[in-house]
Structure formats: C-alpha cells, structure tokens
C-alpha cells in the first residue's frame, strides 16, 4: 500500500492499476518463494498508469507468474516474475 501511495502521489494526473488484483481478484500471485503452489507473498507488480484526463487506451488482458523453473538448473531467479498481456486499443 505504501508503495501505491508513493507512486500515486508522484503522478496524480494518473490512475495507478494494479493489473493482478483488477484480473485474478483474489488468486494469490505469490511470487518470493520458488516452491509451493502458493509461491508466497507477491512482491513483484505490473502497474499501469492510466491518465485521468483520457480514455483508457492500454489495457491488460491476463497477467501470470512465471517460475522459469529449469529441468536442470531448477529455479532461474530467487523469486517468480510477474507477466501480463497488454493491448493498446485504438481511438
């Protein structure tokens, strides 16, 4: 929350859209811990700002973690990643 404030008050002009929370409700999104199928707390975001001003124009369509889990290597990074589709729509 501190950090939706932060960037909030940075770009007041904007909407800030949290995508996961807009698109999977209340899915977890866990991505801090490789293992489990929860993947603990959800550290990493994809945010879209939005002008107050227009229509929204860049939207998200789905967002996903990736675990970029490796038959050899096993986990890639200490945490997951955050994907989204976005489309920009025309006026």
């Known amino acids: 929350h501190l950090l939706l404030r932060t960037i909030s008050a940075a770009i007041p002009e904007h909407r800030l859209l949290d995508v996961w929370p807009t ?17 603990g707390r959800r550290i990493d975001y994809v945010f879209l700002g939005q002008p107050k001003s227009n229509p929204t124009r860049l939207t998200a369509s789905d967002v996903r973690v990736n675990r970029f889990l490796d038959d050899k290597v096993g986990a890639l990074s200490d945490h997951s990643a955050v994907e989204a589709d976005l489309r920009w729509e025309r006026e």
């Open 23 to 39: 698109l999977k409700s209340n899915q977890d999104g866990g991505t801090s811990e490789q293992e489990g199928a929860a993947g």
